[in-house]
């Protein structure tokens, strides 16, 4: 347990899934092109043809980046509201001071 490296799980882009799966639409061996991509298990390629196949192409979006684009919704969102506080709290202060 101790001393054991721990493997890292190869995390690959939307674009590289999708240029795959596009590749493997197109003819192309699924065997070739894992190996051109550096992809050591072919069913990977598999997987992500078959989110090709049936459009559902948010699946091939890593977890991770999905819950990141949903973080900067939220924060984009959170900044609205907060420069729309401020714009309130600026015409009560200027109401305030003129009386």
Same mark, same amino acid.
């Given at each position: 347990m101790f001393g054991e490296e721990r493997k890292k799980r190869t995390v690959y882009t939307y674009e590289t899934k999708l240029e795959a799966a596009q590749?493997?639409?197109?003819?192309?061996?699924?065997?070739?092109?894992?190996?051109?991509?550096?992809?050591?298990?072919?069913?990977?390629? #598999?997987?992500?043809?078959?989110? #090709?196949?049936?459009?559902?192409?948010?699946?091939?979006?890593?977890a991770r980046q999905q819950e990141n684009a949903s973080e900067i919704l939220d924060k984009d969102q959170r900044i609205k509201e907060l420069e729309m506080e401020n714009e309130i709290l600026k015409k009560y202060l200027s109401n305030l001071k003129k009386e």
């Open positions: 590749r493997a639409q197109a003819g192309e061996n699924i065997k070739d092109i894992a190996k051109d991509i550096g992809v050591k298990d072919p069913k990977t390629i #598999y997987k992500w043809f078959r989110f #090709y196949e049936k459009g559902q192409l948010d699946r091939l979006k890593d």
